[in-house]
């Protein structure tokens, strides 16, 4: 089914010029793209303003890459890492998923953006075809000043890192991908200042944590990059810990934007453990973990009308064949005897509504053998009104610091994540 993206998307972004001008590109190479060519490694700069993104700055490692010089390719779109592949030779799905980085790049509030590394069909200017290792990282400059008016105004940049990773193991080609120190650095050349001081504590970890991952509105919003096509890849934490309120636990999202396609589950809201600088360092939703809850010590609900639980300080990764709930995460469901292919999401959602999570210890417990296990529960809440809510065996080790997840899947693409204060609403009752 050919699915369109959404209009609000389109209406959130940056208008492009109408023409690319020579003196624009020479302005955008001036001001950044020239800081790069020294640099040993393979990377090229584009201009994520200007008409198909040209190349305003290319390395000296790019040069003996390709065998191409930096003045050929100054101009050209994106796609000038390919020049001279063969149309048979692109990947459709590839090709779309770097075009989409790219117009993403242009949302008017964006913060930060997971990068997009995809191999790509690389020729050398002798002919010789290699598969090429591309890594895309967006830079958002701050003092860039508009040509003709003088006027400071935000800009924006996306980095490509290059290799040669012909003979490579997929697994080292992934290690790859996932290696950002070169990134870092090139990115310092770039912009030193490139980070962004925010105002305020922001309520989100201001880190991309999925591979679908953008932040907006300086930290306060996430969104599903291509909601359209993949219904999960954006996985969002507190920034802070979240503190015990009445001897519950609990946070609230606004959902900004749904979609019709995917309807037939909720997005997941839940706490965990596990700090989201661990998450980020170890990269833990770039491949290893599919679903929020596959991390360690952690509580999930959504879906369509089911609650997890992991209290192992390990995280899950799932086994081919093998179900999730066989691998020790515990799952509890609204219909446990209707089949998991005909379940539905309990309710439907939409642009404006309040989302709560609670997580709460209940008194006593149930006995196993000799002895009493303590018993959870994890309650739903929708425009200060309870949804849903099941009760789980055992519970999280409280002494430990508890964050907020949020999984921005399916039927919700778009959130903002509400400040504690707002808790009062739905913990008043």
Known sequence: MLRREPLEIERSLRQLAEVCSDEMLMESHLRAGQKISSYEGAALLLDALLPGSPVIGASQGFEKLTGRSRASVLGQDWRAIMQGVHDSQLSRSVLQDVDNFLRMARMKTIDSMADCSVVLPGRDA???????????????????????????????????????????????????????????????????????????????????????????????????????????GCVLMSANSMGPFRQSYFFEIRVEQTLPEWKSRLPFLGFTCTSPMEVEAKKCFFGDLPHSFCLAESVMIGGTGEAWMR?????????????????????????????????????????????????????????????????????????????FQLELDGRLPLEKPLWAVVDVCYCVYQVTMMQPEAKELLMGG
Request: contains cysteine; glycine residues 8%; hydrophobic residues 35%.
């Open 126 to 232: 002798e002919g010789n075809d290699f598969p090429c290792s591309s890594c895309f990282r967006l830079i958002t400059s701050e003092e860039w000043l508009d040509v003709g008016t003088g006027k400071s105004d935000r800009h924006i940049f996306v980095l490509a890192v290059l290799a040669n990773v012909d003979g490579f193991s997929a697994e080292r080609r992934r290690d790859h991908f996932l290696n950002g120190n070169e990134l870092s650095k090139l990115v310092e050349m770039i912009c030193p200042h490139s980070k962004e001081v925010l105002c305020g504590q922001p309520a989100i970890f201001p880190a991309v944590l999925s591979s679908r991952c953008v932040l907006l509105n300086r930290s306060s919003t996430g969104m599903r990059r291509e909601p359209q096509e993949v219904p999960r």
């Open 311 to 387: 209290q192992q300080a390990e995280h899950l990764k799932p086994e081919l064949g093998k179900k999730l709930e066989q691998s020790g995460a515990q799952r509890k469901h609204l219909t446990p005897d209707v089949p998991e292919y005909r379940r539905m999401a309990p309710l439907a959602l939409k642009a404006g509504d309040l989302l709560g999570c609670r997580y709460q210890i209940l008194d006593g417990g149930i006995e196993q053998g000799a002895d009493r296990v303590s018993r959870s529960q994890l309650a739903l809440y929708v425009n200060g009104s309870l949804a």
